[in-house]
């Protein structure tokens, strides 16, 4: 049999929230979240309906949970609208005049949309797509740069039913043309330019080429942003700004089934073709508000900034839909966080007094390799919580950010989900729940995960093992797109009815959650089963490294040898006695069974378009091998021929 997952990671460390911030939260002690969560548990469908009762409702629900494993439909009869949730719901009142949208370009442009405005934008665009014979049910795809468009866009669809499909503004011509074939789209909503780092990343022309050949779409509706020379294709091609004057501002929101497709996201996983992970209404919409409202702990005068692309998950569900359906004040940032200068988020936080940021932790690694200096200029003070996403955090970056950018004061909600999930699933409740720097922490409501061996037997405190969910929650992902086989295949057949996220984690005493990173980059040392975050977070937490990735190889002896790739931070020098020092540091952190066979310099890792390292590629270039496969989730193809030649 297979060996569980071993853990040898000691932190220590515990941050119980601040008395004043417990005060004034939402749920604002350990009881109360046990409380809840034991209810949310043992009545889900007595909790749900709670929190969707917050929300309008144009037909009530019939049943709250209808469980046919591995299908669920949230909320079964009920009808409403997502567009009129996120925008009529708070023109009744005081919000009508709040921002909701608070917009930087890269070149410093600036906009501010309020829910009055952004939804009168939304219902002309809305008509826009109806004049285009886009009807509801029919399948869009969004190919635009981080602008308030991509939100009007998204909600315009959701306010007459068309399903969108996100394509990240960083993708390829091929990228767009699999995910058309793949969908069946029929439109696209895309700009002629963006901003990216100064230069124009040349979307319009990206569609053209995807496009050429014949595929189904029939409409191509163009935003003007950056005003490069593009071309029309008489008959498809239509420009968003002139099509405007043909409509007026009236559209009412179609009410729509509880389990109408909301959006199909794609997602590459490690290998093999993306998946159009597909999320419906009513339950993701609930998911979302209620994750948004609690985890945030939002209250009315908070201005949230989430830093990722509407392109991912996280944009759909805490850029856009989250924030807006609770009312909030969204920041949305165009480019890139080291343009003009490595202090843009900074200056952003300044200047609209941000109190809410919401980021991943590769970003946090980039800011504490730049150095401190680019902080010390601005006055974060506005700030009152912070949050990340996307990777295990290593535990000397959790406690940079909660030092320098929280200023020691700022809780930090470390919250663990995916795409697939929809909403935040693991995660601290800022005014409840203590936090231990790299853990998740607890459970949220209604969402019942479990760590189990190769058999689905639980395991006990401080084992490896697999996460899995063991029952249905609203933001779930209802399908793979058109391939309910691979849905039932990928999901929900290792442990029969329980839905298998494809990490790693262990639990502790306290039953908090760390996870230890993708099952399939586990690494086997003599026999030893060993997550990479452990490894990698050790050698972070050395002074001279900003950041690693730690894979294994083939081995005779050992089956796997350890190999880690290091980025150090700007100015050292990376010495062959550094690398001998690094192993002996993960020695005396994690033991010497982790120590590292092979330490590599590099000046930066290959990551995808959203930041998290593709360990499959290190591992090819680990072993001596060429990198084959699929490689155009990459960021920067720089940084593979670099690492070909690692050697410093
Ligand atoms: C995978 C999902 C969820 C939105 C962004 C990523 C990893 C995500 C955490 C966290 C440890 C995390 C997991 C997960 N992950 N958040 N807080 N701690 N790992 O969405 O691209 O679908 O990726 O990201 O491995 O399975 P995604």
């Not at 009869?77 to 005081?94: F, S």
């Amino acid at each position: 049999m297979e060996k569980n997952i071993e853990s040898h990671l000691k932190e220590t460390r515990v941050f119980k929230p601040a008395r004043a911030f417990a005060k004034n939260a939402r749920v604002g002690s350990l009881e109360d979240y046990r409380r809840m969560y034991r209810e949310s548990i043992r009545q889900p469908e007595k909790f749900w309906a709670r929190e969707a009762r917050e929300l309008r409702w144009q037909k009530p629900w019939k049943k709250v949970l209808e469980w046919k494993a591995p299908f669920a439909k949230w909320f079964v009869g009920g009808k409403l609208n997502v567009a009129e949730n996120c925008l009529d719901r708070h023109l009744q009142g005081p919000r009508r005049n709040k921002a909701a949208i608070i917009w930087e370009g890269e070149p410093g442009d600036k906009r501010i949309l309020t829910y009055q405005q952004l939804h009168r934008e939304v219902c002309r665009f809305a008509n826009v797509l109806k004049r285009n014979k886009i009807r509801k049910g029919d399948r869009v795809i969004i190919y635009l740069p981080a602008i308030p468009e991509a939100a009007i866009a998204m909600l315009a669809c959701a306010r007459i039913g068309a399903v969108h499909s996100v394509v990240f503004g960083g993708f390829s011509a091929d990228s767009i043309r699999d995910r058309i074939a793949d969908c069946g789209a029929t439109a696209v909503i895309t700009a002629d330019g963006g901003f990216r780092r100064g230069a124009v990343v040349p979307l319009k022309h990206n569609v053209d080429e995807a496009l050429q050949g014949g595929t189904t779409i029939r409409r191509v509706i163009v935003f003007r942003r950056a005003g490069n020379e593009i071309h029309i294709e008489e008959g498809r091609d239509v420009w968003w700004h002139r099509e405007l004057e043909y409509v007026d501002a009236h559209c009412p929101a179609v009410p729509l089934d509880s389990e109408h497709p909301l959006y199909i996201l794609y997602t590459s996983g490690s290998t093999g073709k993306p998946k159009g992970i597909l999320h419906t209404t009513g339950g993701y919409l609930v998911g979302i508000y209620s994750s948004t409202k609690y985890v945030f702990d939002l209250r009315e005068d908070d201005i949230y900034w989430c830093t990722a692309d509407i392109g991912w998950v996280t944009g759909h569900s805490y850029v856009v839909y989250g924030p807006l359906a609770a009312g909030a004040t969204t920041v949305m940032y165009e480019g890139a966080p080291n343009w003009p200068e490595p202090d843009r988020f900074w200056r952003i936080i300044e200047e609209y007094a941000v109190s809410i940021l919401y980021t991943a932790p590769t970003a946090i690694r980039a800011f504490i390799r730049w150095g401190d200096q680019w902080l010390k200029k601005h006055d974060l003070s506005s700030l009152r919580l912070l949050g990340t996403v996307g990777e295990p955090i290593n535990p000397e970056a959790w406690m940079w950010y909660h030092e320098k950018i929280g200023g020691g004061r700022c809780p930090i909600v470390d919250t663990w989900w995916q795409t697939e999930t929809g909403a935040i699933m693991i995660t601290p409740l800022p005014g409840a729940i203590p936090t231990k720097p790299g853990s998740a922490t607890l459970p949220f409501f209604g969402v019942d995960p479990v760590i189990v061996d190769q058999r689905g037997r639980e395991v006990g405190p401080n084992v490896g093992g697999k996460l899995i969910v063991r029952r249905p929650w609203p933001a779930m992902l209802r399908n793979i797109y058109g391939d309910k086989g691979r849905y039932q295949k990928q999901y929900w057949s290792e442990f029969k009815g329980n839905y298998l996220t494809g990490d790693g984690a262990r639990r502790d005493r306290d039953g908090y959650f760390w996870i230890v990173g993708r099952i399939d980059d586990v690494l086997n040392v003599a026999g030893h089963r060993l997550g990479t975050s452990e490894i990698e977070s050790a050698l972070v937490s050395h002074p001279k490294v900003a950041e690693a990735a730690a894979v294994g190889r083939p081995d005779e002896l050992k089956g796997q040898g350890v190999v880690v790739f290091v980025t150090l931070k700007s100015g050292v020098n990376p010495t062959p006695s550094l690398k001998k020092e690094l192993r002996g540091h993960v020695g005396t952190h994690i033991g010497a069974i982790a120590k590292p066979d092979e330490v590599r310099f590099a000046e930066a890792l290959p990551k995808t378009r959203s930041g998290k390292i593709m360990r499959r590629l290190l591992k090819e270039i680990a072993a001596g091998r060429t990198v084959t496969g699929d490689t155009t989730t990459l960021e920067d193809f720089s940084v593979l021929a670099k690492l070909g030649s690692a050697e410093e």
